[in-house]
């Protein structure tokens, strides 16, 4: 046993549909680019290939909580996504060989510091504070198992902002772990958020946003 300094921080978890075992949170990895129609919104050409940034674990937030506004940012936008919930470890792999590392799925929100993320564009720095603040990933119950194509809603207030099918993304499932797979070693615990489509936009205080896909418990926020 080693000695610490200080208590361990607990492993963050998600609960999980139809079990009572949580789903232990390792690594938060998301898609920068995947549905052709979000991507123009941004200014973005939609034929580039999605890519890759992070979150850190502890960011996670479960639905149905109340979180505060963030500091730093006058702009917090809702970005809804399939979340991917990882089960094994793989790295290099083939897109036939990806979706086994699937342990299950989750609806998610990618709460975005869209005037950050703006600057950082323009001034080519990092996203990090743009996307990884305390916080920032609301996440549904994961349930286990695969997910067929499916209707991806994400509402504020009951009024649906974003609609979607999750067969629209650019890059799938299989595309998405296999590219991240020849980047990092892939490992039990990891979530990936699978990108937004067209409908972004800001959350005030007191909205609650809701990201609905059929099938899974969907991931609702309310901004206190
Ligand atoms: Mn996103």
Redesign the pocket.
Known sequence: MVALVFPAFPTVTLPVTGRPERFPVRRIF???RNYADHAREMGADDKEPPFFFTKPADAVVESGSRIPYPPATANLHH?G?LVLAIGKAGAMLAEADATALIWGHAAGN?L?RRDLQVEAKASRRPWDMAKGFDKSAVVGPVRPGALPDAALRCSVNGVTRQEARLSQMIWPPAAIIAALSRLVSLAPGDLI?T??PAGVGALNRGDTCKVEIDGLQSASVTIA
């Open positions: 998301c898609v920068g970005e996504e990618d975005t958020f990108g937004t």
